[in-house]
């Protein structure tokens, strides 16, 4: 069975703070992708890394995929209250058409 | 921009009774699916729906369950006998690629009685 951890669970910060959020696996992913949900709202994805080692960035949040394809972490620059909310890490196993989810980063931006 | 719809946003039913719900995915997309959450629990996937079959289903996907695209642009989940554990936030989601990013709808909330 495919397990995504998350952490930190919770995250709480002053505006303007530097944060990284951690994604871990013992599997192996053929690609992961970053959401962020809104309390009774639908996933939006955010990103979706396929290759081991790959960075992208998306304005002040940088992506990163682990060589082994097994981890990821999502980078925040200089967080703003708008950046507040649960990000969601998902992985697709290889060969297996569906996500698994993780349990979730819920991160407070105060002002 | 294209987003995924589902209606209705709440539904609320009795036990044993059964639900529609109704998903209309992004029109150019050819991969189907649908999640549950249940309050306070991790997104769980369900089903996943190309070239009008199951292409994969989870444990929790059994005879209760079943999915059709009855035209070009719907997408249903029927429960046959609704349960409580049933209640949970029910997500469609579509893709154009498989395993290149799901595009997810605003949810269902089922409420079983």
């Known amino acids: 069975t495919q397990l995504l951890e998350q952490s930190p669970q919770f995250l709480s910060i002053q505006e303007g703070e530097n944060l990284t959020v951690y994604c871990n696996s013992s599997s192996v992913f053929s690609s992961l992708q970053w959401y962020r949900q809104e309390p009774g709202e639908g996933p939006v994805l955010l990103v979706t890394?396929?290759?081991?080692?790959e960075v992208k960035k998306l304005k002040r949040l940088t992506f990163q995929f682990g060589d082994a394809r097994k981890d990821s972490s999502l980078h925040i620059t200089a967080a703003q209250p708008g950046d507040t909310g649960l990000y969601l890490c998902?992985?697709?196993?290889?060969?297996?058409?569906?996500?698994?989810f993780g349990a979730g980063t819920r991160l407070a931006v105060h002002p | 921009e294209p987003e995924v719809t589902q209606t209705p946003s709440h539904q609320v039913t009795q036990m044993g009774q059964e639900v529609i719900l109704h998903c209309v995915p992004i029109?150019?997309?050819?991969?189907f699916y649908w999640y549950r959450q249940i309050l306070g629990q991790k997104v769980e996937f369900l089903v996943s729906f190309y070239n009008n079959e199951i292409s994969e289903k989870s444990e929790i996907f059994d005879d209760q369950f079943s999915v059709e695209r009855p035209d070009g642009s719907n997408f249903t989940l029927k429960i046959r006998s609704t349960k409580l554990e049933d209640s949970a936030m029910y997500f469609c989601?579509?893709?154009?690629?498989?395993?290149?990013?799901?595009?997810f709808g605003p949810g269902t909330r089922l409420t079983v009685l």
């Open positions: 998902a992985g697709v196993a290889g060969g297996y058409n569906k996500l698994i």
């Open positions: 029109s150019n997309h050819l991969y």
């Open positions: 989601a579509s893709s154009s690629v498989g395993r290149e990013g799901e595009f």
């Open positions: 890394v396929v290759t081991g080692g």
